[in-house]
């Protein structure tokens, strides 16, 4: 049973056009995350919901913004995608508490641009 | 701020072999840690954690870690690997106050020869 949803799992976008990747959870997890991850690099932070708290971190692009209208879902908008932006992307929840500690990934989206 | 060394990008082994990837960690604060794994195109796994007590940690698929302290290291380690062991292992580090960021290492490649 996925806990964490993204969709699509695969995503072509054209240069500049605008896009947005969704994600659901069903863990009623207060933490939601979203990552960057390119080939043989480490994931990278782009943001993250602490409850309804907006975190960005200081060098996520201003063309990457998000969403979360209720703590089901959170969306990753891109403004106007480049060819650097081809990437995996993937959504990330956890619950804060004292046995709460990991964090549970969606399968991710590739986005490809072209 | 924290950060992961994952000092070996590629692994090759062959099957039935043992196999230790490396990580290891820098952080001014207790740290909570993690090893996941990814399939490609998949999202990542968790696979085990060390949060406090014993410094061994098991795992899932006969995977276990050891914290190690004083080397700031935490090697996850399987006597014996299966063709299904061949994926992409990441290490992770969050610290154990109140803020939310994990930290990821780059991965390491495990190739499970037959």
């Known amino acids: 049973d996925a806990m964490v949803i993204q969709n699509p799992r695969y995503q072509v976008t054209q240069f500049g056009k605008p896009v947005t990747l969704s994600c659901s959870q069903t863990?009623?997890?207060?933490?939601m995350y979203w990552y960057q991850q390119k080939s043989s690099q480490a994931q990278k932070l782009l943001f993250h919901?602490?409850?309804?708290?907006?975190?960005n971190e200081a060098d996520t692009p201003d063309n990457f913004q998000s969403r979360r209208p209720n703590t089901s879902f959170c969306f990753l908008d891109i403004r106007s995608p480049g060819l650097g932006d081809a990437a995996m992307y993937l959504c990330?929840?956890?619950?804060?508490?004292?046995?709460?500690?990991?964090?549970?990934f969606g399968q991710g989206t590739r986005l490809t641009v072209v | 701020a924290q950060s992961v060394t994952q000092l070996d990008s590629q692994v090759p082994v062959f099957e039935e072999a043992p196999v230790e990837l490396r990580c290891n960690y820098s952080?001014?604060?207790?740290?909570?840690l993690f090893w996941y794994v990814q399939y490609p195109n998949q999202g990542l796994q968790l696979l085990l954690k060390y949060l406090s007590g014993s410094t061994l940690v098991k795992g899932i698929n006969g995977f276990e870690a050891e914290f190690n302290k004083s080397q700031t290291s935490f090697h996850l380690r399987k006597p014996s690997v299966h063709i299904s062991d061949t994926a992409e292992y990441f290490c992770?580090?969050?610290?154990?106050?109140?803020?939310?960021?994990?930290?990821f290492g780059i991965g390491t490649k495990l190739q499970v020869i037959p």
């Open positions: 992770a580090v969050r610290d154990s106050g109140g803020y939310q960021k994990v930290t």
């Open positions: 863990l009623n997890h207060n933490v």
């Open positions: 990330a929840t956890r619950r804060t508490g004292a046995m709460n500690t990991e964090a549970f």
């Open positions: 952080s001014s604060v207790s740290v909570y």
């Open positions: 919901y602490y409850d309804k708290d907006f975190n």
